[in-house]
């Protein structure tokens, strides 16, 4: 396959070096590159599978308006963008392409998300999140973090009103992103921990996000569609 990917950073560089890994062709943008979504064309996209966003909040909004509206292919890992959600499922349902966007792209976390759901389930509980990432993470609380608070307050029972979930966010050196939930009684505590040693987990997931992406159409929860990876 051919992709794009958007962002020379480490998480994008990374999703370049791991789709060559697999075979396919790869090129690259940077922010000066892709100005204002400037290179987004029909001319550069033309042959392309998929467009890999690992940029910055606006900028990413910029390039999913600019793919899709070309009926375009477009996994987006950038966070901070949320508020303008339905606007992009629009876009991709209008001009027939394809967006697949996700808080977090690794395995393993959608797996915390998952655990997270059913310890939210437990009645009784005052529930937390302490996220950790490294100094140049431009959101907090990160995507992640608010991800699971949506899913504790879906998942806890209705009997009695439920305490807010409160968020702790830190930004140290280079931390690659360690997300904690914890659920405490008046009896004990439970403890879901997911800790990222490197970021090749959430680069891994993009790129085996845009294999799937690039034969299917529309607006698609990575959450909803991992486990067919």
């Known amino acids: 396959m051919n992709f794009l990917v958007l962002g020379k950073g480490k998480t994008g560089s990374l999703v370049a070096e791991i789709a060559g890994e697999r075979g ?18 029909a001319a550069n996209l033309a042959g392309v599978d998929a467009v890999v966003d690992f940029t910055a909040p606006q900028a990413a909004l910029e390039n999913m308006r600019a793919v899709l509206a070309l009926g375009g292919n477009i996994v987006v890992g950038t966070t901070g963008w949320y508020e303008s959600l339905d606007e992009m499922k629009s876009l991709a349902r209008q001009y027939g392409g394809a967006l697949l966007y996700g808080t977090n792209f690794s395995i393993g976390v959608q797996k915390l998300f998952r655990l997270t759901a059913s310890l939210a389930e437990l009645d009784g509980y005052t529930f937390s999140i302490d996220e950790t990432h490294h100094v140049s993470k431009l959101d907090a609380p990160s995507g992640t973090a608010i991800t699971l608070r949506e899913i504790i307050e879906a998942a806890r029972p209705k009997t009695v009103p439920s305490p807010e979930v409160f968020i702790a966010s830190h930004r140290v050196g280079d931390a690659k992103g360690e997300h904690i939930v914890t659920a405490v009684s008046e009896t004990d505590t439970l403890v879901v921990r997911h800790e990222a040693h490197s970021r090749r987990g959430f680069a891994l997931g993009a790129v085996r996000g845009a294999e799937w992406l690039a034969h299917h159409s529309g607006p698609h929860d990575f959450r909803d569609i991992f486990d067919q990876l």
């Open 24 to 41: 396919h062709k790869v090129r690259s943008f940077d922010i000066n590159e892709n100005l204002h979504a400037s290179a987004l064309t």
